[in-house]
């Protein structure tokens, strides 16, 4: 069972940069990872994704200033926030599932395991 701790977010200004992390911990083979977040009074949206062959999708929201990134030798995972928009706030989550993340529209699948999240705040 795989395990994930997802961190890094906080207060932050428009325009400024913020990484998350999400460290996994068991048998993480196959699987892929992916960012959602869930902004106040709105539906959970995935963010983006790394595919098990590193390839990448990005909402289109975030295209252009979201990065995420796999180090698979500390079993993490990073998304790099850059340019940060109010509209960027919401609690971000890490999630991982054995075997592909998405359908070929682009659809995420249910996920295998959650993070507990964490906050980013973006002001104006």
């Known amino acids: 069972e795989v395990e994930l701790v997802d961190f890094g977010g906080g207060w932050v200004q428009a325009g400024e940069s913020l990484r998350l992390s999400c460290s996994a911990s068991?048998?993480?083979?196959?699987?892929?990872f992916a960012w959602f977040r869930q902004a106040p009074g709105k539906e959970r949206e995935g963010v983006s994704c790394?595919?098990?062959?590193?390839?990448?999708q990005y909402a289109d929201s975030v295209w252009g200033r979201f990065v995420i990134s796999k180090d698979s030798a500390k079993n993490t995972v990073y998304l790099q926030m850059n340019n940060v928009k109010p509209e960027d706030t919401a609690i971000y989550y890490c999630?991982?599932?054995?075997?592909?993340?998405?359908?070929?529209?682009?659809?995420?699948?249910?996920?295998?395991?959650w993070g507990k999240g964490t906050l980013v705040a973006v002001s104006a």
């Open positions: 999630a991982a599932l054995a075997g592909p993340s998405t359908n070929s529209d682009g659809e995420y699948y249910g996920m295998d395991a």
């Open positions: 068991g048998f993480t083979r196959g699987y892929e």
């Open positions: 790394i595919k098990s062959d590193g390839d990448v």
